[in-house]
């Protein structure tokens, strides 16, 4: 059996966001499949995926602190500023952080770990509402 849908998430503020719930809340089909894989694809340069911590939040402050350490803004070398200080990075962060994520499915649900969750990673401050495409195989 094959699922795609494309999801609309809310616009989030710059940061890591724990979306799992928004993204399953949206595929009710899951429910059906015994044995699977689901994938999650995020249609944009400037935002990613990643799975980690889903239960303290300070991680995911820590996570945009070390990022806009790692990738800092206004460097004199960037060329593509044409969207603001925050784009170049953006693309950077989203780049090494990656755009898809593939997580089984097992009786229904995502087997994930107890405290893993699956983060929008919003690298940009203003940067909308995103869109991701899950397609899930499965019996």
């Given amino acids: 059996m094959w699922i795609q849908k ?21 595929i009710p089909e899951i429910e059906n499949i015994k044995i699977g ?15 980690n911590e889903n239960a303290d939040p300070t991680v995911r402050d820590d996570f945009e602190a070390y990022f806009n350490r790692a990738v800092p803004e206004n ?4 060329k593509h500023l044409d969207e603001g200080s925050d784009d170049l990075p953006a693309h950077l962060k989203s780049s090494l952080l990656g755009a898809s994520l593939n997580i089984p ?3 229904g649900k995502l087997n994930m770990g107890i405290w893993q969750g699956i983060y929008l990673c919003e690298h940009r401050n203003y940067g909308g509402s995103r869109k991701i495409v899950v397609t899930i195989n499965g019996e």
Avoid: C, D, W
């Avoid at 494309?6 to 949206?26: C, D, M, W």
């Avoid at 694809?41 to 799975?51: R, V």
């Avoid at 460097?75 to 960037?78: G, T």
């Fill in 37 to 51: 894989m689901m994938h999650v694809f995020i249609k944009h340069s400037s935002a990613s995926l990643t799975i």
């Fill in 6 to 26: 494309e999801i609309q998430l809310k616009p989030y503020s710059r940061g890591f966001h724990l979306v799992t719930n928004a993204i399953i809340n949206r």
């Fill in 75 to 78: 460097e004199p070398y960037y």
């Fill in 105 to 107: 499915i097992t009786e």
